[in-house]
């Protein structure tokens, strides 16, 4: 296991700093190091060279030496010239929060579109380092005006085109994929059924509600996500359907968690598979609500949902892990408006969380009668499959149905309809 030294800075006493500190640590550990040590400064404004005062970078090169430390990894975002500039100071490799993000998600990624947009992303952040190296190569060769190479200032210039080529290679591939995802899209939403998405902040626990609700209404082990407690466990959006007691469903989407400072370049490159948020009917926010930084966690969650044009989409706050609350003054589950206090691992939670959806999806419903000729009898079979039957006669002009849909089906089979009940 690669050991690691933390370095981060608090410009003008960010209240949210240790927190940041705190998650950096655990995004190292989700990359398999192990953290040496942890050196912090506070700073009226960041050194323009080196991100950290001069003494303070002869600490952090001391402090690695004495904990045989190989890496440095930086809680803020560095520039080209400072990731440049630190890394010869200290003579080792540095990382700042960004490459430790993209590190996770290349190794964490598992499907063709996972992989193509991680890859999008990293060459996409690589860019203008390479460009930034370039650029102080350049400098080293004086004013004299001479337009000849070094053999490394030329590497640079090659691994720019390289990665400027395979960059428009991997857009077209992700538009390839972004199509047949969209095809996907547009065949469950032509079958009505209610969409619901998780979303949340990372290692909320949204894998585990998924998990549960295929143990209780899926039964297939086949069907479960990777559920495992650490940052950014999940990059893949999986769709599964659950199908309650009355017939009655719903499609559940598990998505990529959200962290504070995400870089944008990730967003941008997962857009088209956190497009699944924005076509869903409801949206289930997961709240890790033991974490004493919950509140934040939810900012940042509401802040990437603006930024992904979904936060207009209902939204039921789901509090997860209550149990690990202290002096909860209330027993679980709790339904408090559009929110649910419970714990994932509780199947009566579960069961209340579904109750719940089902209820919110309901308002999208309509009760009607319908009188549908026996010439039309995939009808009466889709309905069977799709809608809630509460009655069902044979008479001599058709098969009569007393029953609930959802308003595409209704809109879909209006024509059959002869008594609506609003």
């Known amino acids: 296991m690669e050991k690691a030294l933390l370095v981060g800075v608090n410009l003008n006493n960010t209240a949210t700093f240790k ?20 050196v912090e400064q506070t700073l009226p404004s960041v050194n323009k060279a080196l991100y950290i ?61 996972a ?48 990665i400027e080529h395979r960059l428009s290679e991997l857009g077209k591939e992700l538009e390839e994929v972004s199509r047949e995802r969209e095809t996907q899209r547009k065949r469950r ?6 969409q619901v998405a998780l979303v949340g902040y990372t290692n909320a626990g949204k894998s585990t509600i998924m998990n549960q609700m295929v143990d209780l209404y899926v039964q297939n082990e086949e069907k479960k996500v990777l559920e495992k407690d650490m940052l950014f466990a999940t ?27 995400l870089p944008h370049n990730l967003i941008k490159a997962f857009r088209s598979t956190l497009e699944e948020v924005k076509n869903a ?21 509401e802040e990437t949902l603006k930024e992904l044009e979904a936060y207009h989409i209902p939204m039921m706050i789901v509090y997860n ?22 714990s994932a691992k509780n199947k009566g939670h579960i069961e209340a969380l579904v109750r719940n959806i089902f209820d919110f ?13 026996f010439s039309e009898g995939q009808v009466v079979s889709y309905l069977q499959r799709q809608a809630i039957i509460k009655e069902l006669t044979y008479e001599n002009e058709g098969t009569r149905l007393l029953l609930s849909l959802s308003q595409a089906d209704f809109g879909r089979y209006r024509k059959f309809c002869v008594l609506e009940k609003m």
Not at 64 to 86: C, G, K, R, W, Y
Not at 189 to 194: A, K, L
């Open 235 to 261: 990059l893949e959006t999986t769709v599964r359907k659950i199908v309650g007691q009355d017939k009655r469903s719903f499609l559940l989407s598990d998505t990529v968690g959200f962290i504070s400072n």
């Open 361 to 373: 999806s309901k308002r999208g419903y309509v009760d009607c009668e319908m009188l549908i000729p």
């Open 19 to 38: 927190q940041s500190m705190e998650e950096l640590a655990a995004l190292a550990e989700a990359c398999n190091m192990e953290v040496a040590a942890v």
């Open 115 to 162: 992989k193509l947009q991680v890859e999008s992303a990293k060459l996409q952040y690589m860019l203008p380092r390479l460009v930034g190296l370039h650029e102080a190569l350049s400098r080293q060769g004086g004013g004299s005006g001479l337009s000849n190479k070094g053999a490394g200032e030329k590497k640079l210039e090659l691994d720019r085109r390289k």
């Open 189 to 194: 939403f032509r079958t009505g059924e209610f």
């Open 281 to 301: 009917d409801l949206l289930l926010q997961v709240v890790d609500f033991s974490d004493p930084h919950y509140k934040e966690h939810m900012t940042v969650t």
């Open 53 to 113: 005062g001069t003494g303070k970078v002869m600490e952090v090169k001391e402090k690695a030496e004495e904990t045989e430390a190989e890496v440095i990894v930086f809680d803020n975002a560095l520039s080209p010239s400072q990731l440049h500039n630190l890394q010869k100071e200290l003579g080792r490799p540095v990382l700042d929060r960004t490459t430790l993000i993209l590190e996770i998600f290349s190794t964490r990624a598992k499907t063709r579109e």
């Open 321 to 342: 892990k209550a149990d690990l609350k202290e002096d909860l003054e209330f027993p679980l589950p709790k339904i408090k408006e559009n929110a649910i206090y419970m």
